[in-house]
């Protein structure tokens, strides 16, 4: 993995996007020694000053350029997927480090682009995947290697939320909107994690007024198995997920994007259940993880890669358009 010089004190940080993420980011960094959350910015004046006071920040950015050129050595992105690609590649040519809110681009093309830049201006460039990081996660994973259930060959997730009002931006196509790019991610990343490489995607679902998906189901064929995912905007569902092996089975409660419940079911009818509850909101796993990054100066993640990252983006991007949903900038 390749690695650059980089600070090994404080790592100063600042936001471009003072919105629901950008908040949960900031109570999550109070949490990660060594960190401090130093200038926001966003193209609402008014909400990046109370996102500051909110926060107890030195400063509100005046400008997107006052920001990037700030003493700070990492920014994280939290704005829509639509601008993404754009405040990536901006803030990596300034010589910050890049953690991006999930999905990290609209479009595969457009991720290919922002990681040439990284690599061209050897910063580390890391999508904001978080359940990976969590304690529950952890020792999953720890569990299973001690006490096998097999190789899991089949993945069962999906998320419905109809309580997001219609003025959510999830319902417009123009921020790159939808269920599949707003909850897929993490499913997509679910799939990818437990069973590989994408091989070949199937969806159906239906669209809103709008033109961005309502409802989706998908399936996915894998190197090492399949799965079974849904999203949706205007249903309800519950939002566990399954792990499914030859020698039993792991539900990971709801919501297991936040996990911290899980139950592994064994062929021989023992059951083991994980109970790892998570502390300032979850975000300040996978933000600790990436302060050590930068200080051990790494380019990229070894839990999420740029493959990954590539590989999610690709599952994302042909199930919408499978369902006909194209966004300005596809």
């Given amino acids: 993995m390749a690695s650059s010089s980089q600070p090994s004190g404080q790592i100063r940080w600042g936001v471009i996007?003072?919105?629901?993420?950008?908040?949960?980011?900031?109570q999550g960094l109070f949490a990660v020694d060594d960190a401090a959350l130093m200038t926001v910015w966003g193209r609402d004046a008014r909400k990046a000053a109370a996102y500051a006071e909110r926060f107890h920040l030195p400063q509100s950015a005046s400008s997107l350029d006052s920001l990037l050129t700030a003493d700070?050595?990492?920014?994280?992105?939290?704005?829509?997927?639509d601008t993404h690609a754009a405040f990536c590649k901006l803030a990596l040519a300034h010589g910050k480090h890049v953690l991006c809110e999930k999905p990290a681009t609209i479009n595969e093309r457009q991720l290919t682009e922002v990681l040439e830049t990284a690599a061209w201006h050897r910063r580390l460039f890391m999508e904001a995947m978080k359940p990976p990081f969590f304690p529950l996660y952890r020792k999953l994973r720890a569990c299973l290697q001690q006490d096998p259930i097999g190789a899991v060959g089949y993945v069962r997730a999906g998320h419905c939320d109809a309580s997001l009002g219609p003025d959510y931006p999830l319902h417009f196509l123009e921020l790159a909107g939808g269920g599949i790019m707003g909850i897929g991610p993490y499913e997509a990343f679910l799939a990818l994690d437990w069973l590989g490489p994408l091989k070949r995607v199937?969806?159906?679902g239906r669209l809103s007024k709008t033109g961005v998906d309502s409802f989706a189901i998908f399936q996915t064929e894998h190197e090492r198995g399949?799965?079974?995912?849904?999203?949706?905007?205007?249903?309800?569902?519950?939002?566990?997920?399954?792990?499914?092996?030859?020698?039993?089975?792991?539900?990971?409660h709801a919501n297991w994007w936040n996990p911290a419940r899980a139950t592994i079911h064994h062929l021989d009818g023992r059951t083991v259940e994980l109970h790892?509850?998570?502390?300032?909101?979850?975000?300040?796993?996978?933000?600790?993880?990436?302060?050590?990054?930068?200080?051990?100066?790494?380019l990229e993640s070894p839990e999420i890669t740029h493959e990954l990252s590539l590989g999610m983006a690709r599952l994302l991007e042909g199930t919408r358009k499978a369902l006909g949903v194209i966004f300005p900038d596809d």
């Fill in 202 to 204: 199937q969806a159906m």
């Fill in 17 to 26: 996007g003072p919105g629901r993420a950008a908040a949960r980011f900031a």
């Fill in 276 to 298: 790892e509850p998570f502390t300032s909101g979850g975000f300040n796993y996978e933000t600790e993880h990436f302060c050590k990054l930068i200080r051990e100066g790494k």
């Fill in 72 to 81: 700070i050595d990492a920014v994280y992105i939290a704005t829509h997927p």
């Fill in 226 to 252: 399949m799965a079974q995912l849904h999203t949706g905007l205007d249903l309800l569902s519950r939002g566990d997920a399954m792990l499914s092996a030859s020698h039993g089975y792991v539900i990971l």
